[in-house]
């Protein structure tokens, strides 16, 4: 039973490249968390999908974020024309439905030089 | 917003001792939840408990138990028998459970823990 698979688990981009993380639900989980951890910090909220729908993106930047969770295939975070203090661990979590723990992924860590 | 404190950047624990970690919390709701997660160098996030706030009974998981005191908002983590494997950063976080409330997460800034052979 797979648990949170995200990939890459490391990026390194270019101030100006875009970053596309990839994150895959637990078997039988429809509901995806984002949070960033910036370095001695704890996790912030993103964005919260479920299939095909934003739910809550209090959480993300107004500019050069995005986020979604298709019907088919992985939920994609995308982070345009990165800038160096966009580096950081991201990590994505997911559940079943409402009111359940999240588990969470390994995390990608982004550098950006 | 709900806001979570963890007051103790660092702690230590001798091996097959005791150690105890601190978080409060601010909120205005009475439904909810609190949650230890453990995040070793590795960097992968852990579930180590899970409190939910209707619940007066602490939870329990072997050797990890917590002090839940919901008129304080005080939710501290109890590690008995500290073995080396748990060191790692520990944060607490909060959740709404309520209708219409977020789904989010809130995490403290973490606590550090040593052990010490």
Partial sequence: NAGVMQNPRHLVRRRGQEARLR????KGHSHVY???????EGLKFMVYLQKENIIDESGMPK???SAEFPKEGPSIL?????VRGDS????????????????FGPGTRLLVL | AQTVTQSQPEMSVQEAETVTLSCTYDTSESDYYLFWYKQPPSRQMILVIRQEA?????AT????SVNFQKAAKSFSLKISD?????AAMYFCAYRSAGQGGSEKLVFGKGTKLTVNP
């Fill in chain 1, 23 to 26: 994150c895959s639900p637990m």
């Fill in chain 1, 63 to 65: 500019e050069r974020f």
């Fill in chain 1, 34 to 40: 984002w949070y960033r951890q910036l370095p001695e």
């Fill in chain 1, 88 to 103: 950081a661990a991201y990590f994505c979590a997911s559940t079943r439905g409402r009111e359940e723990t999240q588990y």
């Fill in chain 1, 78 to 82: 995308r982070i345009q024309q990165v």
């Fill in chain 2, 54 to 58: 209707y619940k007066q009974q602490n």
């Fill in chain 2, 61 to 64: 998981e072997n050797r990890f």
């Fill in chain 2, 82 to 86: 500290s073995q080396l494997g748990d």
